[in-house]
C-alpha cells in the first residue's frame, strides 16, 4: 500500500510564496499590508494552504510583482524564468535581481 501523498496545488503554491517571502528578507506584516491582508489571515494561509482564496491569491501575486500564473507555476515569469523570483523592488535576494532588458 503507497502512503505517499501528493501535495496539493495550494500547498506547492504556498511554499513557492513562503520562500520567495523568505528569500527577500520580507516579513509577513509587509507582505500582509502590501496585499491588503492582515497579518493573521496571512499567517493562517501559510500554515494552512487550502485557506487561500482566489482574490488573496491575486493580492499576493501582486504584492510581489508577479501574475497569478506565475505564482501558480502555470506560466514563467516576464522575464522568461520559472516563478522563483519576486518583483520586489530592492529585494536583496541577488538571484531575484533583473538582468537585461525584457
Known amino acids: 500500500m503507497n502512503t505517499t501523498t501528493t501535495p496539493s496545488v495550494a500547498d506547492e503554491v ?11 528578507g520580507l516579513d509577513v506584516d509587509e507582505v500582509a499590508a502590501r496585499a491588503g491582508l ?6 493562517r494561509i501559510l500554515a494552512s494552504p487550502s485557506r487561500l482564496t482566489v482574490n488573496q491569491l ?14 501558480i507555476g502555470a506560466s514563467p515569469d516576464p522575464y522568461g524564468e520559472p516563478a522563483t523570483r519576486c518583483g520586489v523592488i530592492g529585494c536583496p535576494d541577488p538571484s531575484h535581481q533583473l538582468s537585461g532588458a525584457w
Open 38 to 43: 492582515t497579518t493573521t489571515v496571512l499567517s
Open 14 to 24: 504556498v511554499d513557492r510564496l513562503a520562500a520567495m517571502i523568505e528569500s527577500c
Open 58 to 71: 491575486g493580492a499576493l501575486a501582486d504584492a510581489l510583482g508577479l501574475s497569478v500564473a506565475a505564482l
